[in-house]
């Protein structure tokens, strides 16, 4: 129970500490979000201090100390109002998550799923053939695979799939003429356009995976109780699962909380390369414009998510693993 509680007042302490920081940091970025808006509108021409004033107005940028502003950032926080966004003006910012959101869930959260899956059996297979040609193969190709650059597979996907072979739409999460609803041809058409999206994380979402899972194993299978397991006549496969498997998987169940903790802050190249209705397309939109409201919410998300993650992670390695605990107390 010690180690929970612990955990559990880290948890907080830094959370708190993140909160802070997503405050501060928006605002550190030069310009101002009244003078952004007004420069887009005039264009080249110039701008006059009247506009800006009443644009500033009009999104309720407030001009108090930081102080203040930052005490009724955490009552809004409490709130749960994050306020307007300046670049989707008069749309809340919570309203603009929640039409993103379920985008990136579905995108991230099913190729992370498949990526885990097929890279822990991947390398599990791998460790219990090691030496032999599967091993180097697989070993081999996801060490390269996981070497080439994220945002080059999303490109050369996009050229060859999309505007070679056509095979694919290049852009957006659904037909122009298709409108969102929950029906058959909707989700069609919607897993239709993010094929693309998803094949780009896919292509190396394994590799990690494989190489974490087999050289656990690997050293797995080496300890004195798998030895003692063979000595008792259990077959190679009992042994490679029950005994090997079970625990070289045990980072790789953290770390793939870990990953799920990021899922909303790891598609912004992706969606903004397929102008993917997502978080990260969102988030790219709001550090343009210098949407200080809608910014600070993603980063909360994102950032709540991770910390969570942590949490979820410390709590697991502490059931899976009693050693864990009995450090701690």
């Known amino acids: 129970m010690r180690y929970f509680l612990r955990r559990t007042a880290f948890f907080v302490i830094t959370l708190w500490a993140a909160v802070t920081l997503n405050f501060v940091i928006p605002r550190l970025q030069p310009g101002d979000p009244a003078e952004a808006i007004v420069g887009q509108l005039t264009g080249q021409g110039p701008v006059d201090p009247d506009q800006i004033r009443a644009v500033r107005l009009m999104l309720g940028v407030p001009d108090t100390s930081l102080l203040s502003q930052y005490w009724d950032y955490l009552g809004s926080l409490v709130r749960g109002d994050f306020g307007i966004s300046y670049t989707y003006f008069p749309y809340p910012v919570t309203h603009m998550i929640s039409e993103a959101l379920p985008w990136t869930l579905v995108l991230v959260g099913v190729t992370q799923v498949l990526g885990f899956l ?35 597979i999303a490109l050369l996907l996009l050229y060859l799939l999309a505007f070679l072979a056509g095979w694919f739409p290049d852009s957006g999460g659904h037909a122009v003429d298709v409108t969102p609803s929950w029906s058959w041809a909707f989700a069609g058409d919607a897993i239709y356009h993010g094929i693309l999206p998803a094949l780009s994380i896919l292509v190396t979402a394994p590799a990690g995976w494989i190489i974490g899972m087999r050289n656990n194993m690997v050293q797995s299978l080496g300890e004195d109780y798998t030895r003692l397991a063979r000595a008792k006549g259990l077959s190679v496969r009992r042994v490679a699962l029950a005994y090997g498997a079970r625990v070289a998987i045990l980072p790789n169940v953290t770390g793939f909380a870990l990953a799920l903790g990021g899922i909303l802050g790891g598609t912004v190249l992706v969606e903004t390369i397929f102008d993917y209705p997502g978080l990260g397309r969102l988030l790219m939109e709001a550090v343009g414009a210098r949407d200080y409201p809608l910014m600070q919410a993603l980063f909360l998300f994102i950032t709540i998510g991770v910390l969570l993650a942590n949490l979820l992670a410390d709590f697991l390695l502490g059931v899976l693993d009693p050693r864990v605990r009995k450090e701690a107390a």
């Open 118 to 152: 097929i890279g822990t059996v991947l390398g599990a297979f791998a460790a219990w053939r090691r030496n032999s040609r599967f091993d180097s193969f697989v070993t081999l190709g996801s060490q390269f695979v996981g070497s080439l650059p994220f945002f080059w």
